[in-house]
């Protein structure tokens, strides 16, 4: 896509974190946007703060792991603006026992996980990938105009490892959901394109998923007070530490390779070597070996 002015963009996990800068990008171009998360009060902030910056955006509440809510974001979307030209899907969390690993403490058994952990990150990351294409793609094919989708997926769904099992499985599908995709579209000769973004340490809210989880999904000692919630935002932010990325440098990323069509999005080298050491295992047949993620 080269012309955004006056276009339309729907940003999943639009409250906070990427997809909030994600909007903001967009609308600093003159995009309409409309912001869809599952968090009511950021959301409406959210809008509020976009509306006193005189951007045209509204807020849809959306839990994308429905595919009835995506229906319903999408006709919310089309009788706001008429059509969709870019779509993000990019609502994203992480269980607690992975969360864990993913801050550098104890591995969890893969079969000491719970269904509900498994459901819960599954239905987030890989259906609202699965229900935001299914319920957009055709509203943006039939514009026959540029488009673009970005589904978020991240280096571990790139990498291997002990560390990070379900939210890996889910990220890995996204980046093979999103290479089919790319091919599809191609071969009709349409003009929407597609980037599957694969970030490292960003400065995001993702250690603080379980505020946001659905009371059918829940798992025992999934009650966190303030207090532990508040120790997590400082854990994260000290496990990314000086490495980790602002958000606002992200969308900037992403914006790039909207305009440039490019498919894969990374923002970190420094995981390149451990991407190389799972390709290489896979070409010469050898076990896997730990990567340094």
Known sequence: MREFEGKVAVVTGAASGMGLAFAERFAGEGMKV??????EKA???????????EYDAIGVLTDVGSAAAVEALAKE???AYGTVHILCNNAGIVADSDLGMLMGGEVVPIWEQSIADWEWTLNVNLWGVVHGIRTFLPIMLANDEPGHVLNTASIAGLTSGAA???YGVSKHGVVRISEALHHQLAQRGSKIRVSVLCPGGVHTRIALATRNRPEGLSADGDAVDTETL???EQ????RTGPTGM???EVADRVFKAIEDEQFYILTHDEYDDAIRARMENILTRSNPEVGPF
């Open 235 to 238: 854990a994260w932010a000290d």
């Open 246 to 248: 602002p958000a606002e």
């Open 164 to 166: 990070l099992p379900i």
């Open 230 to 232: 508040e120790q997590r």
């Open 43 to 53: 959301l409406s902030a959210a809008v509020q703060r976009f509306k006193e910056l």
């Open 77 to 79: 979307a089309v009788d």
């Open 34 to 39: 409309v912001l869809a998360d599952v968090e």
